[in-house]
């Protein structure tokens, strides 16, 4: 955050177990806010059922020098 209180926010995307790029996903960086609101579709593309039930998403927001794993919110699920 600056000196004002503001700062630039973003959420990132991990799709673990797995290191590839194809794995991690980030919104936008929102510039000098202090109430981001973000309008974005973040798409993972080939997950197999497998995968679903393998694999947890973890988002982290990130607040300027204030990193925040927020929480491993999603456990694959398959119908």
Known sequence: MDSNGLADPYVKLH?????SKSNKLRTKT??????PVWS???TYHGLTDD??????LRWILNLSDLNIPVVDLFEGVAD
């Not at 799709?15 to 290191?19: D, F, H, M, T, V």
């Not at 929102?30 to 109430?35: A, E, K, M, S």
């Open 40 to 42: 974005e579709t973040l």
């Open 15 to 19: 799709l673990l177990p797995g290191a």
């Open 51 to 56: 995968d679903m039930q393998r694999k947890t």
């Open 30 to 35: 929102l510039r000098n806010t202090r109430n």
